[in-house]
């Protein structure tokens, strides 16, 4: 390659790049904002409860090749609460990520959630089918809950209850404080997320079945879950996996053994290998 094609080549790459980071900017929104870095065929990054976008700085480097849409949900990982300081979380960032694809003019992007971001890549699939073109959901279930034993509407008395003495006085706030930071330390969550907006998704999440709703997917769905080397009974979890995905025809389940809920930390490069694979096929 000559230096002329090179140079070529590189002022249309920034050009294409500043395009793309332009493109997020015009977007305005009080639940979330989106950074756009790289080129290819898009893919939307929807991290986790309390996470943000740097999740997926290690998927970026890893799977290069692809224009990929980050996702910072407002309260989370330090970024002021903004619009989601009240109300419902997971379902208005759904939303607010389904009107992202319209104003940006994605064509069929590829969407891959994390946790409560895998709900709400579900949630857009589900609600939006024509906007989406795959979805990954890595370590959830379409009823958060069942995950803990509870099914239907179990976890409802008792989630309004924990959300209600959590919210309603000032002890409850500094105890969900600590949680955050206590499970800050492991990786999990981020400490300088907002603790009621925290709250919020949280109460959310554990009131939600998307179930009904997973007939309603068209796009292909993979859904990456962990089994910890320490599980007992491996095989369980992929039983609460296959009945759980059951309404969703056609969707692929991968268990990555030996992993946490961070699979994308303690696998890596397992966890590298499936999303190359998801975005390939």
Same mark, same amino acid.
């Given at each position: #390659?000559?230096?002329?094609? *090179?140079?070529?080549?590189a002022?249309?790459?920034?050009?294409?790049?500043?395009a793309?980071?332009a493109?997020?900017?015009?977007?305005?929104?009080?639940?979330?904002?989106?950074q756009?870095?790289?080129? !290819?065929?898009?893919?939307?990054?929807?991290?986790?409860?309390t &996470?943000?976008r740097?999740?997926?700085?290690?998927?970026?480097?890893?799977?290069?090749?692809?224009?990929?849409?980050?996702?910072?949900?407002?309260? *989370?990982?330090?970024?002021?609460?903004?619009?989601?300081? !009240?109300?419902?979380?997971?379902?208005s960032?759904?939303?607010?990520?389904?009107?992202?694809?319209?104003?940006?003019?994605?064509k069929?992007?590829?969407?891959?959630?994390?946790?409560?971001?895998?709900?709400?890549?579900? #949630?857009?699939?589900?609600?939006?089918?024509?906007?989406v073109?795959?979805?990954?959901?890595?370590?959830?279930? /379409?009823?958060?809950?069942s995950?803990?034993? *509870?099914?239907?509407?179990?976890?409802? /008395?008792?989630?309004?209850?924990l959300?209600?003495?959590? #919210?309603?006085?000032?002890g409850?706030?500094?105890?969900l404080?600590?949680?955050?930071?206590?499970?800050?330390?492991?990786?999990?969550? &981020?400490s300088?997320?907002?603790?009621g907006?925290?709250?919020?998704?949280?109460?959310?999440?554990?009131?939600?079945?998307?179930?009904?709703?997973?007939?309603?997917?068209?796009?292909?769905?993979?859904?990456?879950?962990?089994?910890?080397?320490?599980?007992?009974?491996?095989?369980?979890?992929?039983?609460?996996?296959?009945?759980?995905?059951?309404?969703a025809?056609?969707?692929?389940?991968?268990?990555?053994?030996?992993?946490?809920?961070m699979? #994308?930390?303690?696998? /890596?490069?397992?966890?590298?290998?499936?999303?190359?694979? *998801?975005?390939?096929?």
């Amino acid at each position: #390659m000559d230096r002329r094609t *090179f140079l070529e080549g590189a002022a249309a790459a920034t050009a294409l790049g500043v395009a793309g980071e332009a493109m997020a900017l015009t977007f305005t929104s009080t639940r979330l904002s989106v950074q756009v870095r790289g080129e !290819g065929q898009d893919v939307i990054l929807i991290p986790g409860l309390t &996470n943000g976008r740097t999740l997926w700085d290690g998927t970026v480097r890893a799977v290069p090749g692809y224009r990929y849409h980050l996702v910072q949900v407002a309260g *989370f990982a330090g970024d002021p609460a903004r619009g989601n300081a !009240g109300g419902r979380v997971v379902s208005s960032v759904a939303e607010e990520i389904a009107r992202y694809v319209v104003e940006a003019k994605l064509k069929s992007p590829a969407l891959i959630g994390h946790s409560m971001g895998g709900i709400v890549a579900m #949630m857009v699939a589900a609600r939006y089918p024509a906007r989406v073109g795959k979805v990954m959901a890595i370590d959830i279930l /379409p009823a958060p809950a069942s995950g803990f034993g *509870f099914a239907g509407a179990q976890i409802r /008395p008792l989630a309004d209850a924990l959300f209600g003495s959590l #919210m309603s006085t000032p002890g409850g706030r500094r105890t969900l404080d600590n949680l955050i930071g206590r499970f800050g330390g492991s990786g999990i969550a &981020n400490s300088r997320s907002d603790s009621g907006v925290v709250a919020h998704a949280t109460h959310e999440l554990a009131t939600t079945d998307l179930t009904p709703e997973l007939p309603r997917i068209r796009a292909p769905l993979t859904v990456v879950y962990a089994v910890p080397a320490s599980a007992q009974d491996a095989l369980a979890v992929d039983r609460l996996y296959r009945s759980s995905y059951a309404p969703a025809k056609g969707a692929t389940l991968r268990r990555v053994s030996g992993a946490t809920h961070m699979i #994308m930390y303690s696998q /890596p490069q397992r966890f590298y290998a499936e999303v190359r694979e *998801f975005l390939r096929d």
